[in-house]
């Protein structure tokens, strides 16, 4: 077992997911709800339904072998959801809703803990079951709403500049860019290469759904803003906010993002990065173990690295990712269900699955255990980058959020809206929603 130490470094990751904890005073007030002052009685033995997205990679599923194989009177069987996180999020709504018992154990976007736990939807969890002083600090404040603990860390992300290291050397290039503009030259040196030929310069994920929502406030707090201020009041129509929204609308009309990337999710872009047609991706590390394949899968085998995201005038600035896992209010035997959530986010299965995906972990010591950066060399970059990582709007009105944000910055990007327009409209939109 790998030493238990705690990087101070770290704390540094807590005051990132700390910054949003002001937005939710427009949140459980707003919506009429509030949280349980505390934990619900948590009883009941028997199968249980875990709610999540696919893996392709098997290790979740490996994990819920494990437990299987242990626990023959108490089955977890998978219930599994569309890709688009969006969908996800609308399922478990749904579900919630009807006070439906078909969900036992949800897999959460960080951002959808506070909505979930204002709305009651998910059970307070008995911090005694998790070894929460051992978790990234800012896991655990993101897995939080008003200073209880509702989810259990699973995963944590940021952001990540994969680059064509191959080709950037090549073209004389021997810094990954720190800037917009950087990135831009280093494009442009390596495209007149004849081996480039084809390929396009950057990419990131800019369909209308949740990736477009994280992009677009990457780019905002990369060129110094933010959505909101510390009273929870929208700051889109800002200078900050129209040099983010310029860069993105004038990447793609001049082909510096390819024109299809209007379309593309996580998914979407991790493929055209390692069929080789892109220069520069943005993405999450789970992509990692793929691009790095060996058995002919991956045109970017061994030619590609990873840096921090460029921003306006410096490294820029990652949206704070992951996912928690939590219990639904109305699932039947959560007693079974606190003891498969301790047993899945151990560190034991963590490390158990590291070894089959590139997810990044919740405990400090998988970032600096040579063993570990070794096979996963990207982890000390993601370390940088969620020490400087924002959370997105830790609201209750999230849904309502997001989607005002997509529907905007989408139309800037298809050219239905000029950037100011669009700003000034979502301004007006985000500004009803705190409001109303």
Known sequence: MMQRRRDRRLVGLALAATAAITLTACSASDS??????????????????????????????????????????EQVTWVELPLDADQQRQQMVQNAQVEGDAYSVLNLDVVWTSEFAANRWITALPEDALPVDEFVPATVEAASYR?????????????LLYSRTDLLAAAGVTEPPRTWAEMQS???????????????????????????????????????????????????????????LDFLVDGFAS???????????????????????????????????????????????????????????GPGVSTLGGRNIAISSFAENKATAVDFIAFFTSREQEEARLALSSRAPVFPEFFEDPTVTTTYPYLPTLLTSLENAQPRPKVVAYGATTAAIQDEIYAALTGDKDPETALADLQDALTAIVNG
């Open 255 to 313: 082909g510096m993002i390819p024109r299809d990337a209007i379309t593309f999710q996580e998914e979407q872009g991790r493929q055209a990065f390692q069929e080789g047609g892109l220069v520069f991706h943005r993405n999450w590390p789970y992509i990692y173990k793929s691009l790095s394949a060996d058995d002919g899968s991956s045109a970017v085998a061994g030619k590609f690295g990873v840096s921090a995201i460029p921003g306006e005038n």
């Open 147 to 159: 200073d209880t603990l509702y989810g259990a860390p699973y995963y944590t992300d940021g952001a």
């Open 186 to 244: 280093a494009c442009d040196a390596v495209l007149a290469l004849p081996d480039a030929a084809g390929m396009s310069c950057y990419a990131g994920q800019f369909d209308k759904n949740e990736g477009l929502t994280v992009n677009f406030s990457e780019a905002v707090a990369s060129a110094g803003g933010s959505l909101f201020d510390a009273e929870g009041q929208p700051t889109v129509d800002t200078r900050e906010a129209r040099a983010a």
């Open 32 to 73: 009429g709800t509030s949280a349980p002052a505390e934990e619900a009685e948590l009883e009941g033995r028997g199968p249980i339904q875990y709610v999540s997205s696919p893996d392709a990679s098997g290790a979740a599923q490996a994990t819920i072998d494990a437990w299987n194989a242990d626990h023959p009177d």
